[in-house]
């Protein structure tokens, strides 16, 4: 059936901010179906509270709600805009979750809306596990083999027949307490017993354990004419018991046989076909016991996820944009393949090279949990890299997770695992871990025996064998320096130069060289979907050593775009978002684009935006390579953060044209010394500084600049770097954490100059986004943040236009920003960072680059800054881009607030301190658009999922600094009926100012201890500042409690001001929401 | 290391490792795009006389398994893959692929760019090739030179069997096939009998009056490598079945049948090697992925005496020939390549005679096409339950 005339309408459901487990996935699988929506001629709505997707740009929806993602504001949205539709299966399990409750709410009837991609009874039975299970168990689709037990005998004969070991799980409980796995009989007689204790109902779920055992993925896709089709299978190499998004996986599966994998194949479409995802993709989990090949299902999502994303950059085929024409009526083979252009979709692609993909961790800023792996996903992003082989594809993806890796090992950092004894090594071997695949590599280089490594890791034979094959390339390489035919064998292996070159022990340079001579050049293969089959023009690259290349001759006029590579924390959406703003911008004015990264959950890797995609590892070699294929005049590296901005020194040695500010002006703004020397030269001011070599250096500039101090270590060396200091002891102390002492009680600092800035309390944090092209300056925006300086700027909310800025401040900001560009010879984008203190502006550092505002600021006043610093960066003038209408004259006065607020991974951290601080912990960010600032932060507040209550009790706890601001919070929301306990010294202070309040103990000591209050629900809100460097004691207990109970927390006196105004505000609000096309409307008028 | 070389017949040469056996092997270099099945791919009888290409990268990986062979000999004349898996993971393996092709003889040349090889074949169409190692490129393009196109070749002769033999069924006993043996599977045989019958496995050359003797419920034509055309006698003998008894053929036996009902084949430029071909059938426009093996295609359009439709944009099943005139009664198309637009299946209206051009047993590839051996056993169950 082609596509529905009977709808015009079709809200689709974005998945809010960047969390861990939800990533940047949902906007690349989003924006392609808004976009084909919109093709097909339907009236598209979308809502989405995350600014920094491509989805949310205005030009990519009829209307965009920039909108928390709840039930009641999506139904003020369906009220509003009254669409035919909704289409839920685009947004992750946050816009499952909303539909399932708008739907129980009865607000699609109430509406007559139909949801189109998968119904309500399909999203439940997959979901429900007992439901899913029992109706797969009807159809002969095998699931874990479990009994449920209420006595121990009948426990003794489910062990009987499940057999050790077993997973015990008590029924009714929370948190998996009780739940263990029995190895032995003496296990299980322990946990049983301890198991019917815990469970309520002395009832116990005895499992079969599955843990080790091989795991799959199948994406599937089916039509409403029940045509299905397989667009890939992944393989996990982690095996069960560690979550799919932080195993290593590769597509397509690589250790099933034809027999086997058929049978997986005809479980996968039948599993749609029962749940009754009538059309779209699925993802369907399959895990296989390695010893008798028995086939279990795991679950199934009725929905586009993170594996449809890999799936989808792994092969070609665009399952979103599939997904969403079969759910407005399409069939598969009424779709032409887009990269065949003469064949239909409803096909299998077949792939004739190797796809990896390596989750990316950021366990150092999380001290409270260990390095393992688990079921609960913890990495922070991804890497994805294509070979020809599997070992090509591994190290080719080990190197584009910039964790410093040059490959599979044979780098300098493998000197770590070399202390480590053999015995050591094997008992490390079964804790999954992010250095596993390095320990596997160390202990087969060793000799020690791969049936033995293959049994610790429950990592299958073959791959073991892979990684063996590679080490013993690497053992060629080091014993035969300078070979000819084992360099090319090594290139083939997917060793990089830097690795050959440090076996060698000589210059990358040097094996470049080497290389050249014996004509061991890199080719680029296609992605395809068909194993060459058919003709295609993707224009779809990745590298291998080979015989042929099929890169296209280079066109005239060429500008190649370096992304961001995997998402970290620090390094997320944003960038990807400006990359991909270059590219539209380039397209719009008549470049070919060459787009260069290798993190597939992004829209920059998707193959249609731009000219050309090289899925490739941002690293010099590999970017180099591509440059001398496509021949740029340019090349943008100031979009895409730290990762591209790395490369520029290399490609400018190379004398690769470097589009815009030159890697000279980057350094000078990086370069402390430098920066400083300009700052001094322009009059502008900065907080006293320093820089130490050594402790009695160090306690010299804290003597010099006081107390409370800012300092870093200027590498940083893992875990929470960044520190403020208030004391000459607090100072000594964090250089022995740090530094670690010598045995004489030295410190030695020489490695990593401490960095030591005087913080400036209670200053106003601003950050400034602009664009200069030598001549003119366009001010993108100025942002007021909400917490104090000292929060990092990624962790804390900000505001715009700034609230509390007096005109001088602001004049003044502007006229820095301007000085600083022209000092700086910016040609593009240039960000500032201020501290204002009083009527006292402070430069604290400027980056001549995107920063992660821009989305923001762009999104708040409808300029698109990034693809006006293209523009920019490739010549055009700002007063041309004026003249022409691209750019307003100057900056929008706007008629609302914009707040954007960030969203940090607590709730997966349980353990971990909330409080804010210099270190950024923040995963995403959302915004909040209202007519008070206090609306827009409640909106953003909401958006981040924080229960902000309207009412109830509040908790308040704040440092001596804080407690002026404490009065006003506590002011503001007695005025508002809220029942305030407080700590004693917080109390007196506000007993002070005739605010009554309620007089809470210490934990552990009395009736009131707050914990107890937490747990006991009494307590809806947590305003807790920790006093001056003390991050331990019953404030972090407070904080953590709070976390866990889902209580709404602050950490900041700033944030807590901010908060209780929202309520106000809140309060007040109608509910009316506003599209943010019809925002931008405003400014005009 | 030993280097191995690929020489095809218009001088191009690609360079690899040889892996397998010491030797020169010659034929026609195809590729097949599966991702899994290369046991079943290699001891296809289909095969017989080519070269094969494996386009996916890692080959071996899962070891063998005798439960696997699809015949007791590797039919391929020779094997080039990118990379052959040193080890076999698999609970099911009983043999490691590299001792397995060692075992049945065959030259094998791994390390090679087997995409260029690839592009080359769909750029200038499936053509001879000789691979070896400790070989001249000049001598081996001159061996390629040498070898004859499959076009106008009688390949049957040399993989049907030449005893008749039965297969009986494990269950209970519905009825009786006769199968032609034009190179079959075993995958063919065990649908059958899986299904309730028993099946006797007849020589190609089998006249149609010695295969009546054997009284069959239904006569089964199989797959089969080469080119249909020069297959006289099995084409006679399916014009003496056809009407007699209910017919069913795969592969090379729906082309035989085709030509038995006076349709043409021709030679396709590449074939079809692979397992995620899209087939639609003309009834309700479902779509099943297949799996295919042909070098050569039907065209009914020859039978209907009009022109072939040119081809616009995706392939149109409107395009699909139906109500033709044949010495058999109408014939209809019944399926088509939504790749390409080739005929993939066809049926008789007036007496009991289908075939389709793909493997509705896969092995390997996808199960979806397996109903159509439900539709003739219970075709032919039907009859034979009216008979008593």
Not at chain 1, 570 to 597: K, P, R, S, W
Not at chain 1, 792 to 814: I, K, N
Not at chain 1, 903 to 911: G, H, S
Not at chain 2, 102 to 123: C, F, G, K, M, Q
Request: aromatic share 6%; proline share 6%; with cysteine.
């Amino acid at each position: 059936m082609p596509r529905r005339s009977d709808i015009t309408s079709i809200l689709v459901i974005g998945s809010g901010p960047i969390i861990i487990g939800q990533g940047c996935e949902f906007d690349y699988s989003g924006t392609q179906a808004v976009k084909v929506l919109r093709e097909l001629g339907y009236r598209v709505i979308l809502v989405n509270s995350n600014p920094a997707t491509i989805m949310t740009d205005p030009e990519f929806a009829d209307a965009t709600y920039i909108e928390p993602i709840t039930a009641q504001s999506v139904a003020e949205i369906l009220r509003k805009e009254r669409p035919d539709a909704v289409l839920p299966t685009l947004g992750g399990q946050t816009a499952l979750n909303v539909t399932m409750e708008l739907a129980a709410n009865g607000v699609f009837e109430e509406l007559d809306i139909e949801l189109i991609g998968a119904s309500l009874q399909a999203i439940e039975a997959a979901e429900d596990r007992g439901q899913f299970k029992e109706l797969m168990d009807d159809a002969g689709i095998a699931t874990p083999r479990a009994h449920y037990v209420r006595t121990t005998e009948e426990a003794l004969s489910a062990l009987e027949d499940l057999g050790l070991p077993v997973m015990v799980r008590p029924s009714f409980i929370l948190g998996g307490g009780g739940t263990g796995l029995a190895y032995s009989a003496e296990q299980f007689d322990e946990i049983v017993s301890n198991g019917f204790a815990a469970s309520p109902v002395g009832e116990l779920l005895i499992e079969e354990s599955i843990a080790g055992w091989k795991e799959y993925e199948l994406e599937v896709m089916r039509d409403a004419a029940d045509n299905a089709v397989i667009v890939c299978s992944i393989e996990n190499i982690d095996p069960m018991g560690v979550h799919t998004g932080d195993s290593i996986t590769v597509a397509p599966a690589m250790t099933l046989s034809d027999r086997e994998y058929q049978e997986m194949r005809d479980d996968a479409i039948a599993c749609l076909r029962i749940v009754g995802v009538e059309t779209g993709g699925s993802n369907v989990q399959f895990a296989v016991d390695p010893r008798t090949g028995r086939r279990i299902i795991i679950e199934m999502n009725p929905r586009v996820s993170r594996s449809s994303a890999l799936a989808s950059k792994a092969t070609g085929f665009p399952i979103a944009k599939m997904a969403a024409m079969l759910a407005v009526g399409f069939t598969l083979d009424e779709i032409v393949n887009d990269i065949t252009k003469a064949t239909p979709a409803s096909f299998e692609p077949t792939l004739d090279y190797v796809v990896v993909k390596i989750p990316r961790f950021d366990f150092a800023k999380f001290p409270s949990v260990d390095p393992v792996l688990g079921t609960s996903m913890q990495s922070v992003g991804e890497a994805m890299a294509i070979g020809r082989t599997f070992p090509e594809a591994l190290q080719k993806a080990l190197r584009s997770l910039e964790t410093g890796r040059l490959g599979l090992g044979a780098d300098p950092t493998e000197h770590e695992l070399e202390s480590v004894s053999d015995d050591d090594l094997l008992l490390a071997l079964p804790v999954a871990s992010p250095v596993r695949i390095f320990e596997v590599a160390e202990a087969l280089r060793r000799g020690l025996d791969a049936g033995a490594i293959a049994d610790a890791t429950a990592i299958d034979p073959w791959f073991i064998d892979q990684i063996a094959e590679t080490v013993g390339i690497r053992h060629m390489v080091e014993t035969n320096p300078n070979d000819p035919e084992i360099l090319r064998t090594a290139k083939r292996f997917g060793f990089s130069d830097a690795q050959i070159a440090y076996l060698w022990k000589t210059h990358e340079a040097d094996v470049r060289e080497q290389r050249s001579v014996g004509s061991i050049s890199v080719t680029y293969k296609t992605v395809d979907t068909c194993a060459a089959e058919f003709a295609a023009s993707t224009p779809y690259f990745y590298s291998t050593y080979e015989e042929e290349s099929e890169a296209p001759p280079s066109g005239p006029k060429t500008v190649m775009v370096l992304g961001s590579g995997p998402n970290r924390i620090g390094q997320g959406i944003e960038f990807d978002y400006c990359c991909v703003h270059a590219a539209f911008a380039l397209e719009e004015t008549g470049y070919e684009t060459v787009m260069v990264n290798c993190n597939p959950e992004t829209v920059s890797t998707d193959y249609d935006t731009s000219t050309r995609l090289y899925f490739e590892p941002l690293t010099a070699e590999d970017v180099l390579a591509i440059v001398e294929v496509e021949k740029p005049m340019a090349v943008i590296v100031q979009l895409g953060g730290q990762t591209p901005l790395g490369l520029a020194g290399a490609l400018e040695a190379a004398g690769v044209p470097i589009a815009g500010t030159t890697p000279d002006a980057i350094d000078m703004a990086e370069d402390r010394e430098r920066f400083s020397r300009l700052c001094t030269e322009f009059g502008i001011r900065q907080p006293a500084n320093g820089t130490a070599l050594s402790a009695a250096e160090a306690h010299a500039v804290v003597d010099r600049i006081g107390f409370p101090a800012l300092v870093r270590p200027s590498y940083v060396l893992g875990g929470r770097a960044m520190r403020i200091i208030y004391s000459i002891e607090e100072l000594s102390a964090y250089l022995t954490e740090m530094y670690g002492a010598t045995p004489g009680g030295e410190v030695d600092l020489s490695r990593s100059p401490l960095l030591i800035d005087r913080f400036l309390e209670s200053a106003i944090e601003v950050d400034v986004d602009a664009v200069f092209d030598g001549v003119d300056l366009y001010v993108g925006g100025i942002m007021e943040h909400v917490e104090e300086a000292g929060v990092h700027s990624g962790d804390s909310a900000c505001v715009v236009p700034p609230p509390h800025l007096s005109t001088d401040v602001v004049a003044e900001v502007r006229d820095i920003t301007r000085r600083l560009a022209d000092g700086l010879g910016v040609r593009g984008l240039l960000n500032i960072q201020f501290a204002v203190q009083g009527d006292d502006v402070f430069v604290l550092e400027a980056n001549p680059r995107a920063s992660r505002t821009i989305p923001f600021i762009s999104k708040a006043t409808g300029v698109p800054l990034a693809k006006i610093a293209t523009r920019v960066m490739l010549g055009e003038s700002i007063a041309e881009l004026q003249a022409s209408g691209v750019l307003p004259p100057t900056t929008p006065d706007l008629p609302y607030t914009a707040v954007k607020e960030a969203v940090l991974p607590w709730t997966r951290f349980p353990d971990e301190d909330t409080m804010l601080g210099p270190e950024m912990r923040a995963t995403g960010e959302v915004m909040g658009l209202g007519d008070s600032t206090g609306m827009a932060y409640a909106k953003a507040l909401s958006g981040a999922g924080h229960k902000v209550p309207n009412e109830g009790s509040v908790f308040l706890s704040l440092a001596d600094r804080d407690k002026p601001v404490g009065a006003e919070i506590a002011r503001t929301l007695t005025d508002l009926g809220f029942k305030i306990y407080a700590t004693h010294g917080t109390a007196g202070n506000l007993a002070r100012h005739s605010i009554a309040t309620t007089h809470v103990d210490k934990v552990g000591e009395g009736p009131y201890d707050p914990l107890r209050l937490i747990s006991e629900d009494r307590i809806d809100l947590v305003i807790n500042t920790p006093a001056g460097g003390k991050a331990r004691g019953d404030g972090r207990l407070i904080r953590m409690a709070a976390n866990r109970h889902g209580i709404a927390s602050v950490t900041t006196a700033a944030g807590g001001l901010a908060v209780a105004n929202s309520i106000a505000a809140n309060r007040l609000a109608d509910g009316a929401v506003l599209s943010l096309q019809d925002h931008h409307k405003a400014i005009l008028q | 290391m030993k280097r191995g070389l690929v020489a095809l017949a218009d001088g191009t040469v690609f360079e690899g490792i040889s892996v397998g056996v010491e030797g020169i092997s010659a034929g026609e270099v195809v590729f097949n795009t599966a991702m899994t099945g290369y046991q079943e791919i290699l001891t296809d009888p289909s095969y017989a006389g080519q070269i094969i290409t494996f386009t996916s990268p890692h080959i071996g990986n899962y070891g063998t398994s005798r439960e696997d062979d699809q015949d007791d000999k590797i039919h391929a004349r020779a094997v080039i893959v990118r990379s052959l898996s040193r080890v076999a993971s698999s609970w099911r393996s009983d043999m490691p692929l590299t001792d397995y092709l060692a075992a049945h003889n065959t030259v094998v040349v791994s390390d090679v760019d087997t995409r260029r090889l690839t592009r080359h074949i769909r750029e200038s169409g499936a053509m001879p090739a000789a691979i070896g190692s400790d070989v001249d490129s000049r001598e081996l393009i001159d061996i390629a030179r040498a070898t004859p196109s499959m076009s106008g070749l009688d390949l049957v002769s040399s993989v049907t069997t030449s005893e008749t033999y039965v297969t009986e069924t494990a269950g209970e006993r519905r009825g009786h096939v006769v199968a032609y043996d034009f190179g079959i599977k075993r995958d063919i045989i065990a649908a059958f009998t899986s299904r309730g019958f028993d099946v006797t496995v007849v020589p190609a050359d089998t006249t149609a009056r010695a295969t009546l003797a054997l009284a069959p419920d239904g006569v089964f034509l199989s797959n089969g490598p080469g080119d249909p055309e020069p297959l006289s006698q099995p084409i006679e003998a399916i014009r003496g079945l056809l009407g007699e008894v209910p017919v069913f053929g795969i592969c090379l036996g729906h082309q035989l049948l085709a030509l038995a009902l006076g349709a043409t084949t021709y030679k396709l430029p590449f074939g079809h090697h692979g397992g995620n071909h899209p087939v639609q059938r003309l009834s309700d426009g479902a779509v099943d992925i297949t799996a295919q093996n042909h070098g050569f295609a039907v065209d009914l359009w020859t039978l209907s005496g009009s022109e072939t439709p040119v081809r616009r944009g995706l392939a149109d099943r409107t395009h699909i020939p139906t109500g033709i005139d044949s010495p058999f009664g109408l014939v209809d198309g019944t399926h088509h390549n939504l790749n390409d637009g080739t005929n993939e299946g066809l049926a008789c209206r007036d007496i009991d005679a289908f075939s389709v051009q793909y493997h509705p047993e896969a092995a390997p590839g996808p199960n979806d096409a397996r109903a159509l051996f439900d539709r003739f056993v219970d075709t032919i169950g039907d009859l034979s339950a009216e008979a008593q």
